[in-house]
């Protein structure tokens, strides 16, 4: 297998940016190009998945924030939106798999990518377990019999945290097998998924803002809130909008499988993000109109799920939470591709252990099935915290968030330095002959403000609130659980890597 260079410095292609290859950036095609435009969008959709999310954390927004949480919604949205202007650029100028890790190490160095790589793969990991958890939300909602440990179905009690566990290596079990099959069922089951989800986000706005209960003047409201203060509410309540917004990359790390992915990949990761950053926004908005009480608890603990099955009735209600279910299913199938993809990256330029494993594409399906395995089994390990705190319902959650948010950010910095020192350009030309996606003029403010706004909610989802990770007390390393996460990775990567340059100066 051909592979870069291990020198730190990755130079850019010397043939023009037009040419379709792989070989310009030293590898061969081994995954099969057969994605068109509206895969590579569902990719990225499917990844960011706005019902799995907004069903999985409106309870935790509005329980910290109340009816005023729906205004971090668009600020978060206008940040990611600044963040994917600039991936669009990359995806545009470095269409290959591994997409962060890729952009990170030739933007900056060898080392610096890695560790964006590592940070990035392990934050998948951890995400592919957290939205396996979200049928907890959904599965009870439509019939009893899912709560198959205990009685009580709220995620954060014992017996829901057990189960949501058990539900979700069921389900991640089922994700890993298609992971194996082929790329083109894969591609079949996402866009069918996707295709449900849009209707079905669809038809749930429609239906809440016509059943409203309230004026949208509700949502300057603070009673309720966890919070104190506006600015407090707001800062909490931005999780729900920061979980939802993530994952658009993967119409770029789909690159290797998408045909004319130079032009594809920067308009399906914009229209993604897009897209479900409209329709979640309406959602909460739907949801927070047509709830029949914002006061007597439910919201706070049972979230969209009672809305639709109490003001829609059951009937309705539940069919729809049926359409949230298939969402999640695509949603941890994506994630799970997105993290697949981003292993077999790294493994084949010989960066992690068991790299020939892990890099190795089978002939026929067209797919790298150990990293599937490996994110799989590591994935439902994670589900197991489940069974000894319920608390680790919302760690798990929010340390994928700190995890890719802060691996974006090891993104946009290098790009903002290379843009700075006139390294960077988006001249060129795609597969169609046209001008390759550039910010231009805008390049450096946009780019700025998307690194400032990374590294603010960084620093705002990891901060160790005791009141958001230890609300029973007594449970330290929950309130510290995304810091001490985040710092095992950074240890455990930073011993590999020393690990692999005392090989290379042994060896003679």
Same mark, same amino acid.
């Given at each position: 297998?051909?592979?870069?260079? *291990? ?19 030293? @590898? ?9 435009? +509206? ?21 935790? &927004? +509005? ?24 991936f669009a650029e990359l995806a545009a100028r470095y269409p290959i798999s591994g997409a962060i @890790? ?73 994700? $890993? ?11 079949v089951i996402n866009r069918v998924g996707v295709t449900a989800e849009i209707i079905g986000a ?7 803002? $016509? ?10 409201? $603070? ?23 993530? #994952? ?38 739907? #949801? ?64 992690? *252990? ?42 798990? &959650? ?13 993104? $946009? ?39 400032l706004y990374g590294l603010f909610m960084t620093v705002n989802l990891a901060w160790p609130r005791?009141?958001? +990770?230890?609300?029973? &007390? #007594? ?17 455990? #990567? ?15």
């Open positions: 297998m051909t592979t870069t260079s *291990p020198s730190e410095v990755r130079p850019d292609p010397p043939q023009p940016p037009g040419d379709r290859s792989l070989a310009e950036f030293g @590898y061969r095609q081994e995954l099969h190009r057969s994605l068109g435009r +509206y895969a590579s969008f569902a990719a990225g959709f499917s990844f960011i998945s706005v019902l799995t999310t907004v069903f999985q954390f409106f309870a935790f &927004g +509005y329980a910290f924030g109340g009816p005023v949480f729906f205004w971090a919604w668009p600020a978060v949205l206008v940040g990611q939106l600044m963040v994917a202007a600039c @890790y890729q952009w990170s190490s030739r933007l900056s160095n060898l080392t610096f990518g890695w560790f964006a790589g590592w940070i990035m793969v392990i934050g998948q990991i951890v995400v592919v377990a957290a939205a396996a958890l979200a049928l907890q939300m959904v599965l009870p909602a439509i019939w009893s019999g899912f709560q198959l440990i205990g009685t009580d179905p709220a995620p954060t009690s014992a017996d829901g945290a057990a189960n949501a566990a058990l539900l979700g290596v069921f389900l991640l079990a089922l994700t $890993t097998l298609v992971n194996v099959l082929d790329n083109r069922v894969m591609s669809v038809l749930i706005v429609v239906l809440l803002l $016509t059943h409203s209960e309230r004026t949208p003047g509700i949502t300057f409201h $603070t009673e309720g809130a966890a919070q104190s203060g506006l600015f407090g509410a707001l800062l909490v309540g931005s999780f729900t909008a920061a979980y939802v917004m993530i #994952g658009f990359d993967s119409a770029g790390e789909m690159s290797e499988e998408t045909r004319d992915p130079r032009r594809t990949a920067p308009r399906t990761i914009l229209t993604a993000l897009g897209a479900a950053g409209l329709l979640g926004g309406l959602i909460v908005l739907g #949801g927070l109109l047509a709830a029949p009480s914002l006061t007597d608890g439910h919201l706070a603990v049972d979230g969209l799920s009672y809305v639709l099955t109490s003001s829609l009735g059951d009937g309705v209600g539940k069919l729809l939470l049926a359409d949230v279910v298939v969402a999640i299913a695509v949603a941890t199938l994506a994630i799970q591709t997105a993290a697949c993809r981003m292993l077999f990256s790294m493994a084949r330029d010989g960066q992690l *252990p068991f790299a020939a494993r892990l890099a190795r594409v089978h002939p026929r399906t067209g797919m790298p099935g150990a990293p599937a395995l490996v994110v799989g089994v590591l994935a439902a390990a994670l589900l197991l915290l489940n069974f000894a705190s319920p608390e680790a319902f919302l760690a798990i &959650g929010t340390t994928c968030i700190v995890m890719l948010y802060l691996a974006y950010a090891m993104v $946009t910095g290098p790009l903002l330095i290379a843009r700075l020192r006139g390294r960077f350009t988006s001249e060129g030309t795609d597969e169609k002959g046209g001008k390759l996606f550039s910010l231009g003029r805008w390049g450096v403010p946009v780019n700025a403000l998307a690194l005791a009141e958001v +990770y230890d609300p029973a &007390g #007594g449970h330290w390393y929950f309130q510290w659980f995304t810091v001490l996460f985040l710092g095992a990775t950074l240890v455990l #990567g930073l011993g590999w890597r020393l690990h692999c340059r005392h090989r290379a100066t042994a060896t003679p």
